[in-house]
């Protein structure tokens, strides 16, 4: 299967989760129902954060086997976080959600990036190499959200998508690059 289809297998698994997670989120009620969206974030999160490190290390989209699912599950719970604040912030002012999700996500895709490379998580906190696909992701996040208020759900999540998978693209290339080169 080629790069850019093995990519798309786990942007569209990171789309559905975002998209479930906003509908979830806008829904709570309470507590619970708040902690459910969180969970489905972390659950979707890890699923994509192991099939794209099948990924950037040539092995099959589901192989458990060897995949560093502790430490992505961590990551994912960062994530999750991060847009939860995003969500949160958005609610009062996009724009600054906008680039508060920006500059946590350069630290999330950093944190992310390490144990691609096999490295401990934490032990490179920020990337200069992520600022550009985080920027895209953010921005691409900031667009699907207004359109999703707009009532143009449609356009923003494949919006959202394709900002992902440009993301995902550069962010395969830039694993990949530094693991040859480590």
Same mark, same amino acid.
Not at 10 to 37: D, H, K, P, Q, Y
Not at 110 to 122: A, E, Y
Not at 139 to 148: C, E, K, Q, S, T
């Given at each position: 299967?080629?790069?850019?289809?093995?990519?798309?297998?786990? &942007?569209?698994?990171?789309?559905? &989760?975002? =998209?479930? %997670?906003?509908?979830?989120?806008?829904?709570?009620?309470?507590?619970?129902?708040?902690?459910?969206?969180? !969970?489905?974030?972390?659950?979707?999160? &890890?699923?994509?954060?192991?099939?794209?490190?099948? =990924?950037?290390? #040539?092995?099959?989209?589901?192989?458990?086997?060897?995949?560093?699912?502790?430490?992505?599950? =961590? @990551?994912?719970?960062?994530?999750?976080?991060?847009? !939860?604040? %995003?969500?949160?912030?958005?609610?009062? #002012? !996009?724009?600054?959600?906008?680039?508060?999700?920006?500059?946590?996500?350069? =630290?999330?895709?950093?944190?992310?990036? #390490? @144990?691609?490379?096999?490295?401990?998580?934490?032990?490179?906190?920020?990337?200069?190499?992520?600022?550009?696909?985080?920027?895209?992701?953010?921005?691409?996040?900031?667009? %699907?959200?207004?359109? @999703?208020?707009?009532?143009?759900?449609?356009?923003?999540?494949?919006?959202?998508?394709?900002?992902?998978?440009?993301?995902?693209?550069?962010?395969?290339?830039?694993?990949?690059?530094?693991?040859?080169? !480590?």
């Amino acid at each position: 299967m080629k790069d850019q289809l093995r990519i798309a297998v786990f &942007t569209i698994i990171e789309g559905v &989760t975002l =998209v479930a %997670w906003l509908a979830l989120a806008r829904g709570a009620a309470n507590t619970g129902s708040r902690l459910a969206a969180l !969970a489905v974030l972390v659950v979707g999160f &890890t699923i994509e954060h192991i099939v794209a490190y099948n =990924v950037i290390h #040539n092995r099959g989209l589901l192989e458990l086997q060897g995949a560093p699912i502790g430490k992505k599950a =961590v @990551v994912s719970l960062i994530e999750s976080v991060i847009w !939860a604040v %995003w969500l949160i912030l958005a609610d009062m #002012n !996009a724009i600054v959600a906008t680039l508060v999700l920006a500059g946590l996500l350069v =630290v999330e895709h950093t944190l992310s990036d #390490n @144990v691609f490379r096999g490295k401990d998580i934490f032990s490179k906190l920020l990337d200069a190499h992520t600022i550009g696909f985080s920027l895209i992701e953010a921005v691409g996040a900031g667009i %699907w959200l207004a359109l @999703v208020d707009a009532n143009m759900a449609v356009v923003g999540i494949a919006i959202l998508v394709a900002a992902s998978f440009i993301e995902h693209t550069l962010a395969v290339a830039l694993s990949r690059k530094q693991t040859v080169s !480590a």
